[in-house]
């Protein structure tokens, strides 16, 4: 069982920035970073291997959202710059413990943390 909790959400103008983190109880293969938004789909924002530090992006996020991972520290962080409005959501980490390229197929991922809301205001 691994437990997972995100931090470092909040309240940010457009074009600011945040970084969220995510501290895992243990560790996992990959870990991924989804969001929320109120009345739309959970969608996949970043995903990282800790095997060989592989990572993959949405295209909304590219170039702008940077994943990094501190194995030591079995602590994933997701820095956000130049935020947008439409980057208002729920952020969620999740953890897969099973070997594998990072995903951003949801149901890959056993564990998921409780949720760090970002809110970029216009």
């Known amino acids: 069982q691994v437990q997972l909790v995100e931090s470092g959400g909040g309240l940010v103008q457009m074009g600011g920035s945040l970084k969220l983190s995510c501290v895992a109880s243990?560790?996992?293969?990959?870990i991924g970073w989804f969001r929320q938004a109120p009345g739309k789909e959970r969608e996949g924002v970043s995903c990282?291997?800790?095997?060989?530090?592989?990572?993959r992006y949405a295209d909304s996020v590219k170039g702008r959202f940077t994943i990094s991972r501190d194995n030591a520290k079995n602590t994933v962080y997701l820095q956000m710059n130049s935020l947008k409005p439409e980057d208002t959501a729920v952020y969620y980490c999740?953890?897969?413990?099973?070997?594998?390229?990072?995903?951003?197929?949801?149901?890959?991922?056993?564990?998921w943390g409780q949720g760090t809301q970002v809110t970029v205001a216009s």
């Open positions: 243990g560790f996992t293969y990959a």
């Open positions: 999740a953890a897969d413990s099973t070997p594998g390229p990072p995903t951003f197929v949801a149901d890959a991922y056993e564990y």
């Open positions: 990282i291997s800790s095997s060989d530090g592989s990572t």
